[in-house]
């Protein structure tokens, strides 16, 4: 039968697929899902793609827009359409060489396993109960396809990331099998059958197709999608010309330019890399060329798209997992992260600030800003992004509000090019989407969905094994243990936990694993802290207090009457990790349980992201030095330097009440934290607005500690005040020094 498919495709391929594009570079592949050769000089076989390809984008709008779609019919679909797309734009490279027909071939078995083992779901369950009803009955097709399906996650993954996934899913597989046994302690976990690993795999909630290829179909095709409409309607062009409006006129605008284009850019892809290589071809040369130095503008660069998987609404995939795992509200999620996202961005500019005022570079520089652009990209980017965060406001699904999105841009380019036409003063011709562009957008966005959507579906492999053997309760177990109930501690064990993994996986994947293993630990302390404060005054209600008479702790008997911190720290140690999840919601409100599961989670998502600014590995930084031809480990440390955001508002998640307070209070700690930021910045730097000197150092430690004090206005007034002093003091001695600009 695989000849029969194989020998005439193979034929047909050849036939119609010139020889330079059968075994040559990957960026040929591009060709097949792009635009960039007109669609009249492409071959039969690429033009037969690219129809199917935009049918496929057409779908996922349609299912989830119209059509109501079975879940795991629509999540096989969808990781059946991606395997096709992925095998043709990332070869398999056997023996060095390459083949269209085979990677395609090896597409459409991966789609037709996915329909097959989808459609013989009934029938498996069927037989199962009418043979034993003990263990799944699986036929040899049934075999084949299941096992085609887990060897894509490995190959599919391997393609698009390296070796890290592919790797994670052998030993997943491998410990539910026989590997779980044998180990000690928390990490021991009974095996499972052949058979039952292969449903559970396929058909579990946490498997292949489950909640993370819903999150992928449903959410993160579509908007990568609509990114795909405001790119090519224009919206790149207006963000940087934007940008230079806001911040080109400044001393050092143009790095800042590249703050405000990158936080912009965000809310279109959500991708660092992708970030770093759209706007970074721009804004890196434009940073050079006003006189700062190659590794800076490359690292600021690197640090501010990094940025961009913070920025609302899309957040990369980060929001839809978080939504999906926590069941908080899409819409709420955002909300909590926009203050915390303008922190990040004006940490980074406070970075480019004391560069620019120490080395005096950028002076004098008048960026033109392009009107016409400006006026052109206004109304497709600005009205189509303001319906999406209004819609996604009003509470209705973010696919929804994607897919209504897409067609209010279609809709908003055509009226803005009839009243550019009418008006005589502006060509909206480039902006309109016709049919040409919709094409266009629809490859571009599932262009970039390959590796999110192949990602996601493949971490089910690895999902469903920390699930079914309930690892991911062990390495909580592992966390709380270590740290000792220290939230600092567990930050930082969880911090270099998602760098390590970071270092081989996408920021998205590290963000799945890490929440899955490290999130309830998280939160357990969290709540921990509340129960020792309850501890530390008694609990009057005996029904509360006979919950710790089993514990193995001397100081249960000052339960009733009080006990000082260190012994309600010592007795939450001694509970066992079980008892300690039937606790938690007995003596903690739910809404602060759920208040510290989002805690928990925003801080593991903001530590995921330091893999993209933090050498060995960081992409976007190394990204960014390509383009700025700087060294790429020096890079990778201005990057880092740039980004300590990353780490400095996840303590504020922490220890204040920044995503779960009140507006005000959240306002309240957003505007002193900048001071205290500041300092920080300055500090390392040892420069604020001119040098700093002797009694400077104290006044800016100081400030920033006082700053940072939760909700105390008068603490946070003297921190201001002590910072704010210094600001004044080194911009009126920096008169008397000129430095000289510094340059690569």
């Not at 390296?162 to 928390?186: A, D, K, Q, R, T």
């Not at 192949?454 to 999902?463: E, P, R």
């Amino acid at each position: 039968m695989l000849r029969g498919l194989v020998g005439p495709l193979n034929y047909w391929c050849y036939m119609a697929i010139p020889e330079e594009l059968e075994e040559g570079s990957s960026a040929n592949r591009d060709q097949w899902l792009s635009l960039d050769t007109p669609f009249e000089s492409k071959t039969v076989a690429q033009k037969v793609f690219v129809v199917c390809a935009v049918g496929f984008a057409l779908w996922h709008i349609a299912t989830n827009l119209l059509i109501n779609e079975a879940a795991l019919w629509q999540n096989a679909i969808h990781f059946g359409g991606f395997a096709i797309l992925c095998s043709v734009i990332f070869p398999a490279r056997i023996f060095g060489k390459q083949s269209v027909a085979l990677d395609l071939v090896v597409g459409l078995l991966v789609a037709a396993s996915a329909s097959w083992m989808i459609a013989s779901e009934s029938r498996i369950y069927d037989d199962t109960l009418a043979i034993t009803g003990l263990s799944w009955q699986f036929n040899a097709i049934d075999w084949i396809a299941g096992l085609i399906l887990i060897a894509a996650a490995f190959d599919f993954s391997r393609r698009v990331s390296g070796w890290v996934i592919p790797v994670l899913i052998v030993l997943s597989i491998l410990y539910i099998l026989f590997l779980g046994e044998h180990l000690p302690g928390v990490f021991r976990a009974a095996s499972l059958p052949l058979d039952d690993v292969l449903f559970r795999t396929v058909f579990n909630d946490e498997g292949l197709f489950g909640i993370l290829a819903t999150i992928s179909s449903s959410n993160i095709t579509l908007f990568m999608i609509f990114g795909g409409f405001l790119v090519v309607s224009g919206a790149s062009d207006f963000v940087i010309e934007a940008s230079k409006i806001v911040a080109g006129r400044i001393q050092g605008g143009a790095a800042f330019v590249a703050v405000l284009s990158s936080a912009l850019t965000g809310t279109i892809s959500g991708s660092a890399v992708a970030n770093t290589a759209s706007t970074g071809v721009i804004t890196i040369p434009l940073m050079k060329s006003t006189g700062f130095r190659g590794r800076f503008a490359a690292g600021i660069e690197a640090a501010a798209s990094t940025g961009g998987q913070l920025m609302p609404p899309i957040m990369g995939a980060g929001a839809f997992v978080m939504a999906s795992y926590t069941s908080i509200p899409y819409a709420t999620i955002v909300a909590v992260s926009i203050i915390p996202a303008f922190l990040y961005f004006l940490s980074v500019a406070f970075v480019v600030r004391i560069e620019a005022v120490k080395h005096r570079v950028g002076e004098g520089i008048d960026m033109t800003v392009n009107r016409q652009k400006i006026v052109a990209g206004a109304m497709t980017f600005l009205i189509p992004l303001v319906s999406m965060i209004y819609l996604l406001m009003r509470g209705v699904t973010p696919s929804f509000a994607a897919s209504a999105s897409i067609a209010v841009l279609v809709v908003v380019s055509w009226i803005a090019w009839i009243i550019g036409k009418q008006a005589g003063a502006v060509d909206m011709q480039s902006n309109v989407m016709n049919f040409k562009r919709i094409v266009e957008a629809c490859l571009l966005g599932l262009r970039g969905g390959i590796l999110t959507a192949i990602l996601l579906v493949s971490i089910g492999v690895i999902n469903n094994a920390i699930v079914t053997s309930g690892i991911g309760n062990g390495f909580s177990l592992m966390i709380a243990q270590w740290s000792q109930g220290s939230l600092v501690l567990a930050i930082l064990l969880i911090g270099l936990a998602s760098l390590v993994l970071g270092m081989g996986l996408p920021v998205t994947a590290a963000y799945i694993i890490m929440a899955i293993l490290c999130a309830p630990a998280l939160a357990g302390i969290l709540a921990d802290t509340m129960i020792v404060q309850q501890l530390m005054v008694g609990l009057s209600d005996p029904a509360h207090s006979a919950l710790f008479m089993l514990v193995d702790s001397p100081h249960v008997a000052k339960v009733a009457t009080g006990m000082s911190e260190q012994e309600a720290w010592s007795l939450i140690a001694a509970i066992p990790f079980e008892v300690a999840m039937t606790l938690r919601p007995v003596l903690v409100d739910a809404e602060y349980l759920t208040g510290f599961l989002l805690i928990a989670h925003l801080i593991i998502f903001w530590l995921s992201q330091d893999s993209n600014v933090t050498p060995p590995v960081c992409l976007a930084a190394f990204t960014a030095a390509g383009i700025a031809k700087s060294p790429p480990m020096a890079t990778g440390f201005q990057a880092w330097r740039a980004a300590k955001g990353l780490y400095i508002v996840p303590l504020l998640f922490a220890y204040t009440p920044l995503i779960t307070g009140s507006l005000y209070e959240m306002l309240h700690i957003g505007v002193f934290s900048l001071f205290g930021i500041y300092a920080i910045n300055a500090l390392i730097a040892r420069y604020a607005e001119g040098p700093l000197t002797i009694w400077s150092w104290p006044c800016l430690i100081g400030g920033a500690i006082l700053c940072f004090v939760p909700l105390d206005l008068l603490f946070n007034l003297a921190g201001a005040v002590l910072v704010s002093s210094v600001v004044f003091w080194t911009h009126r001695q920096n008169q008397f020094f000129n430095p000289s600009t510094v340059k690569d």
